[in-house]
């Protein structure tokens, strides 16, 4: 017998778009936009006290986004590493992480890390590629909200 876990998350969230520069959705303003998260763990994810990742994280990660530059393929992706890197050294019990963004209507990109990509890959790792994806955010638009996650 095997036992696998699946942790699933969407909802609604709000975001101020940079205008002029190249980004998601339909207009240089605020906009409301839907998310959908999917990770699916081995049996081994469980932390100390015997969960997976808050389910209130997911919400509060999108609500409290600063005003975005970049496509919601790019959002997606770094949406992907932020999950997996917050599961740390738990993240080695991942089969798949998956971040839809829905800019409007039905339509949605999506970004998916699969278990091929994740047993290379170590907490250090993620950690400095979500840093990396940041700093990329950061040179796009100077001024960028400092100290932000994405």
Same mark, same amino acid.
């Given at each position: 017998?095997?036992?696998?876990?699946? %942790?699933?998350?969407?909802?609604?969230?709000?975001?101020?778009?940079?205008? *002029?520069?190249?980004?998601?959705?339909?207009?240089?303003?605020?906009? %409301?936009?839907?998310? %959908?998260?999917?990770?699916?763990?081995?049996?081994?994810?469980?932390?100390? $006290? $015997?969960?997976? =990742?808050?389910?209130?994280?997911? %919400?509060?990660?999108?609500?409290? =986004?600063?005003?975005?530059?970049?496509?919601?393929?790019?959002?997606? &992706?770094?949406?992907?590493?932020?999950?997996?890197?917050?599961?740390?050294?738990?993240? &080695?019990?991942?089969?798949?992480?998956?971040?839809?963004?829905?800019?409007?209507?039905?339509?949605?990109?999506?970004?998916?890390?699969?278990?091929?990509?994740?047993?290379?890959?170590?907490?250090?790792?993620?950690?400095?590629?979500?840093? &990396?994806?940041? $700093?990329? =955010?950061?040179?796009?638009? $100077?001024?960028?909200?400092? *100290?932000?996650?994405?």
């Amino acid at each position: 017998m095997t036992r696998t876990y699946h %942790q699933h998350a969407s909802g609604e969230f709000s975001v101020d778009v940079i205008a *002029g520069m190249k980004h998601y959705g339909l207009n240089d303003k605020r906009g %409301q936009f839907r998310y %959908q998260v999917d990770i699916d763990y081995t049996f081994g994810a469980l932390d100390s $006290n $015997n969960f997976l =990742l808050d389910n209130t994280d997911f %919400q509060r990660y999108f609500q409290t =986004l600063p005003p975005v530059s970049v496509s919601c393929e790019r959002l997606a &992706e770094m949406s992907a590493d932020h999950f997996l890197s917050d599961l740390a050294d738990r993240a &080695e019990n991942v089969k798949r992480v998956s971040v839809r963004i829905y800019p409007f209507g039905d339509v949605y990109v999506e970004s998916e890390i699969t278990l091929e990509a994740i047993s290379d890959v170590s907490h250090d790792w993620t950690v400095a590629h979500a840093g &990396e994806l940041f $700093n990329e =955010l950061s040179r796009e638009h $100077n001024g960028f909200a400092k *100290g932000a996650r994405v």
